[in-house]
């Protein structure tokens, strides 16, 4: 899979792909990352990216002209112009895109390339979102200076999802946000699983080494050895946490009857 970021800030991404998975991914061939420096497709000797907007207003605008000739200089045509599948995806970050999700991320990560405008100043001109852009993408209800960061969210969040990157495919499967039981292809055969597929809601705490620390123990259920129990646990864990900090998403999860009923006992308990 191939990532493409075009930005006036390329140096910001240096650091970010020199540590963790985004570096082992690359180094070991199942990724690759090119960063492109918008201003090498000016003409003027002040190589200049934007301008001011049209009926007035606060700051400035990103011209469509170098980012067009950006895209073209990546053979990436005009959306209308390019054929469908998983071949490229051109995406916008801005404030006004649609929430990125895990599901995007899901998405994402079935397609050959991915090419990432990052929005500087009061955005990018709407034209090159109209020919060029496939989805505009937000990661947040908040404004940042620019869409560095952005670009390099999602390229995380995506590649992790790729088959090979992470160092055990698991991973990708029983954390926050991720499928349901359904879903899950990952697990010894023959040998039960104690966990569930998040299927949109969070994932559950976790424990480690030592089994007390500061005087506080780590809950004796998950050291017992027995699968079921550990399994039920933790569904009521991620029904607890997803309550308190993320009701919202327990509309769209995939429950199940039991998984109700447990909700149903976690709002009586906080009642009482």
């Known amino acids: 899979m191939r990532f493409e970021i075009v930005t006036i800030f390329p140096g910001f ?4 792909f020199e540590h963790g998975i985004v570096r082992r991914a690359q180094t070991e061939g199942l990724v690759t990352v090119g960063v492109h420096d918008l201003r090498t497709f000016t003409h003027d000797r002040h190589r200049t990216v934007d301008d001011r907007p049209f009926g007035g207003g606060e700051g400035m605008v990103l011209k469509p002209e170098p980012i067009a000739e950006a895209l073209e200089a990546m053979e990436v045509r005009a959306k209308g112009a390019r054929a469908s599948g998983n071949g490229t995806r051109v995406i916008l970050l801005s404030a006004q895109g649609r ?3 895990q599901a995007v991320a899901r ?3 079935t397609l050959e390339r991915v090419v990432l405008l990052c929005g500087r100043y009061e955005g990018v001109d709407e034209r090159i979102n109209q020919l060029y852009c496939d989805m505009e993408l937000s990661i947040g209800d908040y404004v940042l ?3 560095e960061l952005a670009a390099a969210v999602v390229l995380d969040a995506t590649m992790r999802l790729i088959p090979g990157v992470l160092g055990n495919e698991a991973s990708g499967e029983f954390e926050s946000f991720g499928v349901a039981d359904a879903a899950i ?3 010894q055969e023959g040998v039960p699983r104690s966990q569930h597929g998040a299927g949109g809601l969070l994932d559950y ?3 480690t080494r030592p089994a007390e620390f500061a005087g506080v123990r780590a809950p004796e259920v998950l050291m017992n050895g027995d699968h079921l129990q550990i399994r039920r646990w933790r569904r009521e ?3 607890r946490k997803t309550l308190e900090n993320r009701p919202d998403l327990l509309e769209g999860a995939a429950l199940s009857e ?3 009923r447990v909700l149903k006992s976690i709002r009586e308990e906080s009642a009482s």
Do not use: I, N, V
Request: overall charge negative.
């Open 107 to 109: 998405e994402l990560a």
């Open 13 to 16: 991404f240096a650091g970010f």
């Open 237 to 239: 864990q991620q029904l």
């Open 205 to 207: 705490p976790h424990y």
């Open 258 to 260: 039991e998984d109700r």
């Open 145 to 147: 200076s620019g869409g």
């Open 99 to 101: 929430p990125f999700t």
């Open 185 to 187: 292809t990952s697990g």
